[in-house]
């Protein structure tokens, strides 16, 4: 199977760095191969000051090393989450972004938002990169993750979350679940996903692969520590500071070893804290244990199981738990046949504000419960069919307590039913042709039938051409159906609506790959374009509720979402590397003619890093410009553009110590809406060991 023959491969390399996948040292071949996935699109109407940024950027060009004195090889990543089925990074049929945990290391990113601002098409700007805000605004190709419109993994498996994570409501989805030192690797898959994974993947899904029981005995540790500003962008261009000082601080210790040759152990804790970007301090706390273990039954049979329990209290108004527990068996009778079994079950009891709190006392709990089973018939070199079936259910039992004394009840359950059978083949070495089809049984929606169709073709060596088309599926959720009443949120009251309709939605993507100078340069330019019916938006009624704006969720008959996103990472030597990425997005809703909010048109990000291997040495920098985006649905308010710059720097003070600075918005840019508190510039120490 591939993934043994990848098994054999790293075997014989050792493993030094990698943008996209791993770089290994291989010292009897001596040809260079480098891989990556990026993506971009002209950039035209960009304001001055990007420009004059980027240029100077790349003469400079700061970047990553690739150790000197032997030979580099840059080995494939295998990937499952595109098609299901283990691929390449350069041979999946799907365009897909693979983020390595050697990237993660030298970018120094504190959360999945750090990690993700480099990734065409998704857009994380506005979000204030601090333990305990929120997440809410984050777009994958001009639709948010917090309602539901790409789907989020952790090992497979769907994740939910609210505040201890960052997402907004009681089923928004918070993408900073896990510490990044326990992060493996990130693959993101771009384009219409119902076909394999159902509702929830209509831009896109994000998995994200955690670290597995090590071969041997190994530990780790850290602590970090730093401090923010926070400040209020006035109307009349001004800014005042908030009151107090704002800290944040991580400490972690992880340990895994092998109980046998068959069996093997990982434990890891992670605690962080850090003070709200509301007008006064509010410390935000959360201990997380994730514990995983594997064992080889027979040579055919793997058993897996983990556990993680997190507890997150922000002071006098939120305190939320949380436990997900997933088992999982896999079984190979033979090369050419593999069953995959695995089921999880996850639970979030949360209290969140007081009796009295102008934004409602909430109290209840959000579980969610999957089983699925997978069959993968390898049925030749050139043909590949699977199939398999999962069951889901969502369920919530919630209570509000708004200010005025009105209480908002929900508890309903949610189930789904789905079978998915895909086939791909391959002809003539060049052309891969791939078709799909999931059947979702919905308790609520009744029945849908979502297909996709992908193609790969290998132009030349160097040149490879990907497309997709695909029917997506999403249901309304439970937050927009089923609340009795009102509730509160931030400056106006929000009102559920049971008539309204699944939205559905036609996605298409095509992208041609390039490589130049013997591959030490990888392009990927590529165009997206999201039909979406019946997309749910929240409209203003024009009356008032307890004395604030009442709005209420509706259908929009038609909107879009399309662009085209460019990405560009190159190795111009042992010493350096840089990547630089453009997304051009055009939304509308077709009802108004107006554009969708928070979602700006243009945005860049430069990120380059520079290494002296010998001093153990490194430095990094993300230059980050996002445009101006409308924060209503009449395109009256907005948020101006602005630009961003990062700085990490590190130092090895031995092999198995590193120290590292960093400094985030170094300007101080004025990057919030008018009105709002922000946080500003801030610095961070962290040292972290291996043992």
Known sequence: MRSNMKKKRDSQTKTICGKGECIAVMTKEKRVYFKDVFGMDTVTQLSKRVLRIIPVFLCTLPMSVVWADETVFVLEDIVVTATRTPHTLRD????????????????????????????????????????????????????DFNSGYGLFLIDGQRAMGCGQSGGMGEYGVGLNQIPVNMIERVEVVKGPGSALYGSDAMAGVINIIT??????????????????????????????????????????VGYGDRISDRMGYLLHYNYEGADDISEDPLKSDRHSFMGKWDAQLADSLDLYTKLELSGYQKVDSRKEDSYRISLGADWQPDEQHTIAIKGYTYKWDFVHGYPGYSYGYKNGYVGYDQGEIQYTWFASKSNTLTGGGEIQEQGIDYTIENADGSIVTVDEDVR????????????????????????????VFGSEINPKFSTMVRLRDTTTLRASVGRSFKSPTIRQLYYDVPYRHGGWYAQSNPDLEPETAIGYTVSIEQFLREESIRMNLGYFRNNVDNMVISVDTGELYDGLPLMRYQNVEKAWTQGVEFMCHTCLSDRLSASLSYTYTDTEDEETGKELTYVPTHSVSLSPTYAWEEYGLGMSATISYNGEQY???????????????DVKIYKHLSENAKLSLKADDVFDSDEGREGTYHAGRAFSIKLEFAY
């Open 211 to 252: 670290k597995k029981a090590p071969d041997k005995g190994e530990g780790w540790a850290g602590v970090s520590y730093g401090s923010y500003d926070v400040k209020r962008s006035n109307g009349d261009g001004s800014e005042e500071e908030a009151s107090g000082d704002r800290n944040m601080s991580q400490v972690y």
């Open 416 to 443: 789904t039913a789905s079978l998915y059978l895909q086939d791909e083949i391959v002809l003539f070495e060049k052309f891969t042709l791939i078709g799909g089809a999931r059947f979702d049984d919905h308790s």
């Open 631 to 645: 924060t209503d649905s009449g395109n009256t308010e907005h948020i101006d553009a602005a630009t961003v710059m």
């Open 92 to 143: 999946v049929p799907v365009e897909t972004v693979v983020i390595s945990k050697e990237d993660i290391e030298r970018m120094n990113s504190q959360n999945i938002m750090d990690i993700l601002n480099d990734v065409p098409g998704f857009h994380t700007a506005y979000h204030d990169d601090i333990f305990g805000t929120y997440t809410w605004e984050a777009k994958m190709r001009g639709m």
